[in-house]
């Protein structure tokens, strides 16, 4: 299979991967595309070796500017020391410390592979790392030390690592001359990142200035950003690419000119292409993983140096050990005394555990180790390749099976575990506390949807009676849809239920007012028959409501037949045309009027308890008939561009209540701030929507 073909398919099991995980949202992302990348590999179609340094540019490159660009700014700044010092110091303490151990437990690796194997270890997804944090209730500071150091642990995790693979591919190690080296590419790598994204801000800039302004053309240069940037710091200054971009993602974060910063649609476009861009980007590095997992398998299994239990075992105590020295850091972090931290024993235990369980392995990891040459410089085969590959692997599968696991029982409002990739919502880094007076993400959509339609209900006239009917309608849909989500299951039962009675109401008024037509010799025996069979059809439909919804390839051929007999047989002259559409027009008129009023009879019946009826099922259901009514007047000067002009200032007279009800939500106190942004940004696109639709 080539390149091309095996990148598309690879692309289509990552969407796939996010349909399965939204039915089962307890399974981290990751593990789903890991275990598709696995089935790929059955197929023997799928062959992919990168070298190291694709891998870095292709992989790390973009997802480490993401994470700088994602940097959280205040929290985390005012504990840079201590997330420095866990970033640095905790990543070279698991790689001296850990890789030893590694070594004393698997005699065939070589000591400096141990260390490029602990090294790459050390790395923690920050998405995964915050929201465990977060569902976990770790204290403050614990939680922006977690979330500060797994956004920079990647560089300095990625920096070891190539030290200890260098090691391994030269067998000379000097701890002198690396410390000097890792001190020059470090602020080099710094320095670097930070004066290229000034340069690329500016350049931006002076073309803004200049009119150049297509917001596709300005979103591609930041796209192309941190690939340019890695490989001027590499291969130009031969400094660290990795280190670099971070500082230049942190730097776009901090500090953009005025022409790029007050550029909404640029930001927002940017913003959603790299969403997209990293989501796929860690969906290929975890196919890749899973399609690894079997050549490493069989040739660890089917070696004659360890047994399959052995290798196992090798790959958990390994887990074991990176975990450990994580949660022993953790502990000391609590318990020794800081003028940030006057030292707490009280649930430190309990909160170095969360910290270590939250430490789940990511994309960087894989990328990493993936990377590993094939042979060494002198043509002979890396040593222990496959044992290295298998043992990492593990070690991000076993970190994301404990996360979801334990933290359950440890944290029980955990939450499902979430990735770089299944990353959607960044949030706000001003979180605020949810307290039980706001109200929830969907009560307030509920609210705004409502608005809307009170505000069309008190816009609508008889011109444009027919636009505001069926905006109506667009609303009452997505209102509907709302309330079930909101309601629990019992709830949905009853709601259900009660609107199938309401509807059979209707279709009994609708059935006699067909009765009638024909019985008073208004209708012909054909439109009776079908009418009958439409109204039938309803019925059917209706009973279906309170059924599990199914998917059904059944074709019903009896009204495939009255098709083809009524436009191929029954039509033969425009004069019969004509009677049968005047035909078909009165009993839309009529059976929806009959529906109306015995809807109208049934509310109104002493027998029926007023107080439980759903007052917006019946207000649906009455907007559902006039409009039908409007549509079926057939109006001869009816105009389309006239009634698109009503709709779409109707469309904007909604939009315009919905944005001034999240207003007067957030003054009040009902939405936080970031509940707001979400609702505005939602109006946002619907204005936008509405106005590419009038464009074309």
Not at 54 to 82: H, N
Not at 83 to 111: E, S
Not at 622 to 635: L, M
């Amino acid at each position: 299979m080539h390149l091309i073909e095996i990148i598309i398919v690879l692309a289509l099991l990552i969407l796939v991967s996010n349909v399965i995980s939204h039915y089962l949202p307890a399974i981290p992302l990751s593990l789903i595309q890991i275990v598709l990348g696995l089935l790929t590999a059955f197929s023997g179609e799928f062959q992919i070796n990168l070298s190291q340094d694709w891998f870095l540019l292709v992989f790390i490159a973009p997802l480490l500017y993401t994470d700088g660009r994602r940097f959280p700014k205040r929290e985390l700044w005012r504990m840079r020391g201590p997330i420095l010092g866990n970033a640095i110091l905790l990543v070279f303490l698991t790689t001296i410390v850990g890789g030893y151990l590694i070594y004393q437990i698997v005699p065939k690796i070589p000591l400096a592979e141990a260390f490029a194997l602990a090294a790459i270890l050390s790395p923690t997804d920050p998405i995964a790392v915050q929201s465990i944090a977060k569902r976990a209730k770790l204290p403050d500071s614990v939680l922006h030390l977690v979330s500060g150091e797994s956004l920079i642990n990647d560089a300095s995790g990625l920096v070891a690592f190539r030290y200890a693979l260098a090691a391994v591919l030269t067998g000379t190690f000097s701890l002198a001359e690396a410390s000097g080296n890792f001190i020059y590419i470090g602020i080099v790598g710094i320095i670097l990142g930070f004066l290229l994204s000034r340069i690329l801000d500016l350049v931006q800039e002076l073309l803004l200035r200049n009119g150049v302004d297509d917001v596709v053309f300005h979103t591609a240069i930041q796209l192309v950003s941190p690939f340019l940037i890695y490989i001027v710091i590499e291969e130009v200054f031969h400094a660290s690419g990795v280190i670099g971009v971070v500082a230049a993602g942190v730097t776009m974060q901090f500090g953009k000119t005025p022409a790029v910063e007050y550029r909404p649609e640029l930001r927002v476009v940017s913003t959603t292409t790299w969403d997209v861009l990293n989501y796929l980007l860690n969906g290929f590095v975890f196919m890749l993983l899973g399609n690894a997992l079997p050549t490493a398998m069989r040739n660890v299994v089917e070696g004659d140096q360890f047994g399959t239990l052995q290798a196992v075992s090798y790959a958990l105590l390994t887990w074991i050990i990176i975990l450990v020295i994580r949660v022993i850091w953790t502990y000391v972090y609590q318990v020794f005394p800081t003028r940030k931290n006057q030292g707490k024993k009280k649930g430190a235990a309990r909160y170095a555990l969360l910290s270590g369980l939250s430490g789940v392995r990511g994309a960087v990891t894989m990328a990493g180790i993936l990377s590993l040459p094939l042979r060494m410089p002198n043509g002979s085969p890396f040593p222990e390749r496959d044992l290295v590959l298998f043992i990492a692997s593990c070690v991000v599968i076993f970190s994301l099976l404990a996360a979801v696991i334990t933290l359950p029982s440890v944290a029980p409002n955990a939450g499902p575990i979430m990735t770089r990739g299944s990353l959607v919502d960044d949030g706000d880094e001003e979180d605020e506390e949810e307290l039980p007076q706001y109200l929830t993400e969907n009560e307030a959509y509920l609210i705004i949807v409502q608005t809307a339609i009170s505000r069309l209900n008190e816009k609508m006239k008889p011109k444009n009676q027919r636009a505001a009917y069926e905006l109506i309608l667009d609303y009452q849909n997505v209102e509907r849809q709302i309330s079930m989500e909101i309601r629990n299951d019992d709830q949905v039962e009853k709601a259900l239920a009660q609107e199938v009675k309401l509807r059979k109401v209707a279709i009994q008024g609708e059935r006699e007012a067909i009765e009638r037509l024909f019985k008073n010799n208004q209708i012909s025996a054909e439109m009776c028959q079908d009418a009958l069979y439409r109204v039938e059809q309803e019925l059917k439909n209706t009973e279906r409501l309170t059924e599990r919804p199914k998917l059904s390839i059944v074709t019903d051929f009896r009204a495939v037949r009255r098709l083809f007999h009524r436009y191929f047989h029954a039509r033969h002259s425009e004069e019969e045309s004509k009677a049968w559409l005047k035909e078909a027009r009165l009993v839309e008129r009529e059976v929806s009027k009959a529906a109306i009023k015995a809807l109208s009879r049934y509310v109104s019946s002493e027998k029926v308890d007023n107080s439980k009826i759903n007052r917006n099922t019946i207000y649906h259901l009455v907007i559902t008939y006039r409009n039908r009514i409007e549509r079926a007047k057939g109006k001869s000067n009816f105009e389309f561009e006239e009634y698109q002009k009503q709709r779409s200032k109707l469309q904007i007279i909604a939009l315009g209540a919905q944005r001034a009800s999240v207003q007067s939500m957030l003054e009040t106190g009902r939405i936080t701030r970031k509940d707001a942004t979400k609702l505005r940004t939602y109006i946002n696109y619907s204005e936008n929507a509405l106005t590419i639709e009038v464009e074309e």
